[in-house]
């Protein structure tokens, strides 16, 4: 293939999908220095690149408005349209990430000469695609894209996470002192994170509570709206150590949290993922799934779980889910303890 002109990225989601895919991102500029990069991304998560300097386009598609019945005759149009833009800006090549049928559709809508993606791809996805490059299951996401960066001669011997740079706006002390009273008694502090996508994923609120009254720094809680309530019971039982940002904070603003902070306790969680490519040391409790695959990448990190041998399941449903349940709050006090930041 001649060097490409123009390049898209076919990775609208998760928030931690999207961080594990940074590398790919600085090793495509690497190699392609003069190329336009262009990325398909969710609404709702544009916040993690917009005014990237890497990206010459985002490209936010409004999913959840397409699931509507009522706006069904819009959707389709809107549909069409899309992939007319695509088609238009005449992609050299297109790389699918995602590995889905929906992002398997985009690529091939986009008619590029060259379409790559996972091996694994699932949903039929990777049908749509010209070469198919072996990933692997069983090694960790952000190797996995790797991989396809190698395909394309990238060198992929540093594994950077480039986020974009930080709008003053953004600084930590702009937001906590929006919040906050008394900001100064939050000079030093750890983050909590205690929401992930699957109920199966989550170490209970009360759990969380009794840690953030152990710790010696006080603690934040992040997360988005629908953790509001859970954060709110943690700081009651924190004995006054722990405020909440949850539902307060969009993606650039919980990014500058999470930078501030000596450490993150936290769920598999996306948030997880921020911390690690910032460089803060992360403290993950793992349940269902694996953290070989989806852990917090890089060193400086600890994986807390509980030897149970039904782990890891990979369900998002379960009666039990002792490999939760049965960790203590005091033991993972104690692991922390014994790994200052």
């Known amino acids: 293939m001649k060097n490409p002109e123009k390049i898209l990225i076919v990775k609208p989601s998760s928030l931690g999908d999207i961080v594990h895919s940074l590398p790919f991102l600085n090793a495509i500029r690497k190699r392609y220095t003069e190329a336009e990069i262009h990325w398909v991304i969710f609404k709702g998560f544009e916040g993690l690149l917009e005014g990237h300097t890497m990206i010459h386009k985002l490209w936010i598609v409004d999913k959840d408005s397409w699931t509507k019945f009522n706006r069904a005759k819009d959707t389709v149009a809107e549909i069409k349209s899309l992939l007319r833009d695509f088609k238009k800006e005449r992609f050299d090549l297109v790389v699918d990430l995602q590995g889905l049928l929906r992002s398997g559709l985009i690529t091939a809508a986009t008619g590029a000469p060259v379409r790559i993606g996972l091996k694994e791809a699932r949903e039929g996805s990777r049908f749509f695609y010209t070469n198919n490059v072996p990933g692997g299951r069983d090694i960790h996401a952000v190797d996995r894209y790797l991989k396809v960066a190698e395909f394309l001669g990238c060198d992929t011997s540093e594994v950077i996470f480039p986020l974009p740079p930080f709008e003053k706006a953004s600084s930590f002390e702009n937001i906590i002192s929006s919040f906050i009273l008394h900001p100064s008694s939050f000079e030093e502090y750890v983050v909590i994170v205690p929401g992930a996508r699957w109920m199966t994923k989550r170490w209970p609120p009360k759990n969380f509570g009794k840690l953030a009254s152990l710790l010696r720094l006080r603690s934040i809680i992040v997360g988005s709206k629908d953790d509001v309530n859970i954060a709110n019971e943690i700081v ?103 790994n200052p930041e």
């Open 236 to 338: 009651a039982l924190s004995q006054g150590k722990s405020f909440s940002l949850a539902g307060k904070t969009d993606l650039k603003e919980l990014i500058a949290v999470i930078k501030g902070s000596k450490f993150l306790v936290t769920n598999d969680s996306g948030p997880m993922h921020i911390a690690a490519a910032l460089g803060v040391p992360v403290f993950a409790i793992f349940g269902p799934t694996d953290p070989a695959r989806t852990g917090p990448y890089g060193k400086g990190h600890t994986i807390i779980r509980e030897p149970v041998e039904c782990a890891p399941c990979f369900k998002k449903t379960c009666g039990d889910i002792k490999c939760i349940k049965d960790l203590l709050a005091e033991k993972v006090y104690r692991i922390i303890e014994r």
